[in-house]
């Protein structure tokens, strides 16, 4: 139940809002669900007003504001695989309305875009203190975070990405999700999903290593109602043996 509505007009007071334990105080569209606290007494912060939707490019860097929407970065971002995986992520409506920290902190294992900027080794800057922290190091740690209040944006390099999955159907949610990203000296990294709470990073090394193996494995644990593991193992090591391909051929 949401008892308080606050629309503050500079970061550093949204901060101080946030900080407060009494009553339980949320960002509203830059990331919490709210809706698991529907039985108590909060207070939501509208963060409109903090201009924390830019997003920028430059210096082979994407900085993406907190509460980007998908359907802004979709706009902005001129890169056909991501648009891609924006728009199999949600439909029009939920494009236009959730931001990119929202899907950060609740999406899972089976979420397209979160499994592609895992791979894209996306880094998160939190407030107070401008504290910077990978995509990768704070998603185990996401229910129980409690060294910084809010996103401020995330950081993407501008790095080859590739990405395919497989679905019940064409538009359904993947069973199993590859995302393959490689650095101009033949670094790479490879993340899966399908399956979980979280999309897993299989393989962080060089193209030239065994991507596949690395795959396989991380999928031997992956059994659900949706498939089996061998079935995701062997779906997974072609998928990424395709697009690990395709980023050594261009």
Known sequence: MIIEYLRPNSLEEA??????????????????????????PIAVVDLQALGLNRIKIEKGLIEIGATATLSEMETVLKNDVITDVIRFQAGKNQRNSGTIAGLINVADGR?????????????LTWQPGNKQISLESWLPQRRDWHDAQLITKVTLPEVMIRFDSIGRTPKDRPIVAIAAAKWPMGKLRVAIGGFGGLPILAFDGDVHEDVAKAVDEAYSSSEDQWASSAYRREAGRKLASRLVQETMDK
């Open 15 to 40: 901060v101080k809002f946030l900080q407060r334990e009494n009553p339980i105080t949320l960002p509203l569209g830059g990331g919490s669900v709210l809706s698991k606290y529907q039985a108590n």
């Open 111 to 123: 979420s397209p875009l979160l499994t592609l900027l895992l791979a894209k080794d996306a880094q």
